[in-house]
């Protein structure tokens, strides 16, 4: 017995140690044997229930599945792992929405490839915090190699490229027009630092261009940022619901006419409802010309940077003095898995902050590789590891393809739609997006229609057979495909038509017929 120690003391420990307490249940070398268990009854439940997957929802409502939760006490554990797993199941599993079934086309959420799962495991079991090197080791380098390898698919030349992963695009493009703002006002405004002074009095007049179209994000970004939502500069769209260069540079011309300041473009390479992509290439000479920082918002159209059939697609993106990309869209990789870039690693440093704790100024006069220091983020999970096994299991021409599959897809889609009488396409798909809506011959009137399809699509979520999509486009509301998965058909792409045919005629008999019917057909659905 140590010198100085109680004896209750170790009778305590021991009396802890051999009762089922938290101890028993930590990753560690001492219970290997129950990580091993619990991670097997894990899988083999996964499985199954993957197996079991015949639709991508079952239909349940809020309301429905809310009940389940009532009278549970979580105060009180459960008596064993297996009893909360088979709760779980219940809670979760059987009724939540997967995204590997081929006829999930709602949103921009993609299967996921086996080796990123196996990844996410790792990654949660060793819990690295990628924040500093005495958290994270190799984990830094792999994250970094992996920022490296995704500047050189961009184009970004010279060895002065750098970035982080981040939470998803929406982090990202915060991050993009945090950058833009402070490197205006020390490039511009006699060396101005907001880091240090705060916003400058000219602050309420900077503006930031994006299409029309461009994501919400942006709004979301600019309000944190104190400039305010009304900073986003809508721009007009072309006829592909591209940005127009043009547009562009009148917006430019009527903001400093009217007294404010221009200070960023950005470009969407893969707009959330069409899919577009702005001209990037017209549009960069612009932003050279007018001192603007450009900034290329691929969350989605990051994918065609591992294809070799449709990479020009985004020809021009290594302009780009920043680039948002969402793994987790378009690379088969589970949420959150995203990362920011810039081309010149210099202006990270409106980011960086040295606490004598965690990443002094020592550490980087002796080049130690600490990733706090270009990230908003502090502690931050190993999500690179998952792109990583990835691509060294499967490589990026594999990636690629899928990609080429679901674009060809689209494409096929629309041809296949534009040969239904009954449906209306809005546009011809660049990536995998597609807007239409259900107007059978004889139905014209607008409000109708919208009521129609918005119909449909409640219909088609409570039934659970397929999913999509619905959003609005002119004030008018239409339905969306969005296709990530390769094992989607042409054939699961009729069955979701034929669907839609189906709820639009049920929906328009029953209003025909008496209001009593329709609210019978709307509140089964």
């Given at each position: 017995m140590s010198r100085g120690k109680p004896a209750h003391v170790f009778a305590e420990h021991r009396r802890l140690a051999d009762a089922d307490d938290i101890r028993n249940h930590l990753f560690n070398g001492k219970n290997a044997d129950t990580f091993a268990e619990t991670s097997l009854k894990t899988v083999r439940l996964l499985s199954e229930r993957m197996t079991l997957v015949e639709r991508p929802f079952s239909g349940i409502l809020p309301a429905e599945l809310a009940a389940t939760f009532?009278?549970?006490?979580?105060?009180?554990?459960?008596?064993?792992?297996?009893?909360?797993?088979?709760?779980?199941?219940?809670?979760?599993?059987?009724?939540?929405?997967?995204f590997h079934h081929p006829r999930y086309m709602a949103?921009?959420?993609?299967?996921?490839?086996?080796p990123a799962v196996a990844a996410e495991l790792i990654a949660a079991a060793v819990n690295s915090s990628v924040d500093t090197w005495d958290q994270s080791a190799g984990a830094t380098l792999i994250e970094q190699r992996l920022i490296e390898w995704t500047g050189r698919r961009i184009g970004f030349v010279g060895g002065q490229a750098d970035g982080v992963f981040t939470s998803g695009g929406t982090q990202s493009n915060l991050m993009a027009l945090l950058l833009a703002r402070d490197n205006y006002c020390l490039k511009y405004l006699n060396g101005h630092s907001v880091q240090r002074l705060g916003l400058p009095v000219q602050a309420g007049r900077f503006r930031i261009l994006a299409s029309r179209l461009a994501h919400f994000s942006l709004q979301k970004a600019a309000s944190v940022l104190g400039l305010g939502a009304d900073a986003i500069v809508p721009v007009d769209c072309d006829a592909n619901y591209g940005m127009s260069p043009a547009a562009l540079q009148a917006a430019i011309d009527d903001c400093r006419h009217l007294g404010h300041?221009?200070?960023?473009?950005?470009?969407?390479?893969?707009?959330?409802?069409?899919?577009s992509i702005d001209p990037i290439a017209d549009l960069a000479p612009i932003c050279r010309l007018e001192g603007l920082w450009l900034h290329a918002d691929a969350a989605y159209g990051c994918g065609l940077l591992v294809s070799r059939k449709y990479r020009e697609l985004i020809a021009g993106i290594e302009q780009a003095d920043s680039t948002t990309v969402d793994f987790h869209k378009s690379f088969m990789q589970p949420v959150s898995c995203s990362a920011f870039l810039v081309k010149n690693r210099a202006h990270l440093a409106c980011l960086t902050y040295h606490a004598d704790y965690l990443n002094p100024l020592s550490q980087a006069r002796e080049n130690t590789p600490n990733l706090v220091?270009?990230?908003?983020?502090?502690?931050?999970?190993?999500?690179?590891?998952?792109?990583?096994?990835?691509?060294?299991?499967?490589?990026?021409?594999?990636?690629?393809?899928?990609?080429?599959?679901?674009?060809?897809l689209a494409r096929d889609t629309h041809l296949l739609l534009e040969r239904d009488n009954d449906i209306e396409v809005l546009h011809r798909p660049m990536l995998s997006t597609l807007l239409f809506r259900y107007r059978p011959v004889g139905v014209?009137?607008?409000?109708?229609?919208?009521?129609?399809?918005?119909?449909?699509?409640?219909m088609m979520m409570r039934e659970g057979q397929a999913l999509i999509a619905a959003t609005r486009e002119g004030g008018r509301c239409y339905l969306k495909l969005t296709l990530l998965n390769p094992d989607?058909?042409?054939?699961?792409?009729?069955?979701?038509?034929?669907?839609?045919?189906?709820?639009?005629?049920?929906?328009?008999?029953?209003?025909?017929?008496?209001?009593?019917?329709?609210?019978?057909?709307?509140?089964?659905?």
């Amino acid at each position: 017995m140590s010198r100085g120690k109680p004896a209750h003391v170790f009778a305590e420990h021991r009396r802890l140690a051999d009762a089922d307490d938290i101890r028993n249940h930590l990753f560690n070398g001492k219970n290997a044997d129950t990580f091993a268990e619990t991670s097997l009854k894990t899988v083999r439940l996964l499985s199954e229930r993957m197996t079991l997957v015949e639709r991508p929802f079952s239909g349940i409502l809020p309301a429905e599945l809310a009940a389940t939760f009532d009278g549970l006490a979580l105060d009180q554990p459960l008596d064993s792992f297996d009893a909360a797993l088979a709760e779980l199941d219940g809670l979760y599993l059987r009724d939540a929405v997967y995204f590997h079934h081929p006829r999930y086309m709602a949103h921009l959420n993609c299967p996921i490839a086996c080796p990123a799962v196996a990844a996410e495991l790792i990654a949660a079991a060793v819990n690295s915090s990628v924040d500093t090197w005495d958290q994270s080791a190799g984990a830094t380098l792999i994250e970094q190699r992996l920022i490296e390898w995704t500047g050189r698919r961009i184009g970004f030349v010279g060895g002065q490229a750098d970035g982080v992963f981040t939470s998803g695009g929406t982090q990202s493009n915060l991050m993009a027009l945090l950058l833009a703002r402070d490197n205006y006002c020390l490039k511009y405004l006699n060396g101005h630092s907001v880091q240090r002074l705060g916003l400058p009095v000219q602050a309420g007049r900077f503006r930031i261009l994006a299409s029309r179209l461009a994501h919400f994000s942006l709004q979301k970004a600019a309000s944190v940022l104190g400039l305010g939502a009304d900073a986003i500069v809508p721009v007009d769209c072309d006829a592909n619901y591209g940005m127009s260069p043009a547009a562009l540079q009148a917006a430019i011309d009527d903001c400093r006419h009217l007294g404010h300041i221009p200070i960023a473009v950005v470009a969407t390479l893969g707009t959330t409802d069409f899919g577009s992509i702005d001209p990037i290439a017209d549009l960069a000479p612009i932003c050279r010309l007018e001192g603007l920082w450009l900034h290329a918002d691929a969350a989605y159209g990051c994918g065609l940077l591992v294809s070799r059939k449709y990479r020009e697609l985004i020809a021009g993106i290594e302009q780009a003095d920043s680039t948002t990309v969402d793994f987790h869209k378009s690379f088969m990789q589970p949420v959150s898995c995203s990362a920011f870039l810039v081309k010149n690693r210099a202006h990270l440093a409106c980011l960086t902050y040295h606490a004598d704790y965690l990443n002094p100024l020592s550490q980087a006069r002796e080049n130690t590789p600490n990733l706090v220091c270009k990230s908003l983020q502090t502690t931050r999970r190993f999500d690179a590891l998952k792109l990583w096994m990835t691509l060294r299991v499967l490589g990026p021409d594999k990636l690629g393809e899928a990609f080429d599959v679901v674009i060809d897809l689209a494409r096929d889609t629309h041809l296949l739609l534009e040969r239904d009488n009954d449906i209306e396409v809005l546009h011809r798909p660049m990536l995998s997006t597609l807007l239409f809506r259900y107007r059978p011959v004889g139905v014209a009137e607008p409000k109708l229609l919208d009521d129609l399809n918005s119909a449909i699509r409640k219909m088609m979520m409570r039934e659970g057979q397929a999913l999509i999509a619905a959003t609005r486009e002119g004030g008018r509301c239409y339905l969306k495909l969005t296709l990530l998965n390769p094992d989607t058909t042409l054939m699961d792409i009729q069955a979701v038509v034929d669907l839609v045919r189906r709820y639009g005629q049920g929906w328009l008999q029953a209003r025909s017929c008496e209001p009593e019917a329709l609210i019978r057909l709307t509140e089964a659905n």
